[in-house]
Nanobody, 121 residues
Framework: QVQLVESGGGLVQPGGSVRLSCAASGNIGSINGMGWYRQVPGKQRELVATITSDHSTNYADSVKGRFTISRDNAKNTVYLQMNRLKPEDTAVYYC???????????????WGKGTLVTVSS
């Protein structure tokens, strides 16, 4: 079994910064892609940023230049540094990882339960 646990969410003022973390644990053989997604009520979950196992990154246009995704493969952890936050960044942020479990042939997507980031004055 594999679990992803997000942390770091909370209330922040517009223009402020927050760093999210997501740690994967369990029966992990290797992790391929990792990413962050976000969702607000009444809207579809959207991609925020992704990062490959060799650290190539991809960002949604709305967060380019403000957010930075990174990972520590030794810790099975992915981070999202969020700077210059805007009220429209308010959402539940979900961690995603493609995990190959030990002794398994293929990787499967796993999701965390989410962490709420509220940007408000």
């Amino acid at each position: 079994q594999v679990q992803l646990v997000e942390s770091g969410g909370g209330l922040v003022q517009p223009g402020g910064s927050v760093r999210l973390s997501c740690a994967a644990s369990g029966n992990i053989g290797s992790i391929n892609g990792m990413g962050w997604y976000r969702q607000v009520p009444g809207k579809q979950r959207e991609l925020v940023a992704t990062i490959t196992s060799d650290h190539s990154t991809n960002y949604a246009d709305s967060v380019k230049g403000r957010f930075t995704i990174s990972r520590d493969n030794a810790k099975n952890t992915v981070y999202l540094q969020m700077n210059r936050l805007k009220p429209e960044d308010t959402a539940v942020y979900y961690c995603n990882a493609a995990v190959r479990e030990r002794l398994h042939y293929y990787a499967l997507d796993h999701w965390g339960k989410g962490t709420l980031v509220t940007v408000s004055s």
